[in-house]
Antibody, heavy 121, light 108 residues
Framework: QVQLQQWGAGLSKPSETLSLTCAVY????????WNWIRQPPGKGLEWIGE???????NYNPSLKSRVTISVDTSKKQFYLRVGPVTAADTAVYYC???????????????WGQGTMVTVSS | EIVLTQSPGTLSLSPGERATLSCRAS???????LAWYQQKPGQAPRLLIY???SRATGIPDRFSGSGSGTDFTLTISRLQPEDFAVYYC?????????FGPGTKVDIK
């Protein structure tokens, strides 16, 4: 059973960079895109971006200038950096898997547990 | 960017009733790339429907999806107590994923 486990600092100061990690357990790392999605308190879902095992990335144009997603295939982990942050970046951040081929193409079938990140001085 | 609009914003129904949720896109969406999710408070979203009408593994058959082009529908045939939640539609196109704002299904 594939599981995503994520972690990172829950508090960032304005103008700093937030960093999160997502680890993939129990499944293949190749053949998928690995995504970050966020949800401000009481609001809807916003896709941030994705990366595959080869390091190819796609970003939401609205966030692209402040976001970096990277990968370490040896550890089966991928990473999110967003900065400089403002209060508007306060949200629950999720990692999620998307299949490139097969059944769940371009649908998020596996999600991490979510990490609440608060941006405050 | 394709913008998704969901209606109604809130749907108040009783257990056993039928729920019909709408998702409308600002331009045509490939039916292969339209999905629906359920989210309960404090939980990550859960994939219900992918490819417009296919149920994900373990999803009960009271959930069904339909539609094409710019108009898509999620139907819950007989609401169970565990179905009261927020539902999001999602599409993929031009290397970009977008979500609708959600429909909250609450108990009447």
């Amino acid at each position: 059973q594939v599981q995503l486990q994520q972690w990172g600092a829950g508090l960032s100061k304005p103008s700093e960079t937030l960093s999160l990690t997502c680890a993939v357990y129990g499944g293949s790392f190749s053949g998928y895109y690995w995504n970050w999605i966020r949800q401000p308190p009481g609001k809807g879902l916003e896709w941030i971006g994705e990366i595959n095992h080869g390091g190819t990335t796609n970003y939401n144009p609205s966030l692209k200038s402040r976001v970096t997603i990277s990968v370490d295939t040896s550890k089966k982990q991928f990473y999110l950096r967003v900065g400089p942050v403002t209060a508007a970046d306060t949200a629950v951040y999720y990692c999620a898997r998307v299949a490139i081929t097969g059944t769940y193409v371009n649908a998020f079938d596996i999600w991490g547990q979510g990490t609440m990140v608060t941006v405050s001085s | 960017e394709i913008v998704l609009t969901q209606s109604p914003g809130t749907l108040s129904l009783s257990p056993g009733e039928r729920a019909t949720l709408s998702c409308r896109a600002s331009q045509s969406v490939s039916s292969t790339y339209l999905a629906w999710y359920q989210q309960k408070p404090g939980q990550a979203p859960r994939l219900l429907i992918y490819g417009t009408s296919s149920r994900a593994t373990g999803i009960p058959d009271r959930f069904s999806g339909s539609g094409s082009g710019t108009d898509f529908t999620l139907t819950i045939s007989r609401l169970q107590p565990e179905d009261f939640a927020v539902y999001y539609c999602q599409q993929y196109g031009s290397s970009l994923f977008t979500f609708g704002p959600g429909t909250k299904v609450d108990i009447k």
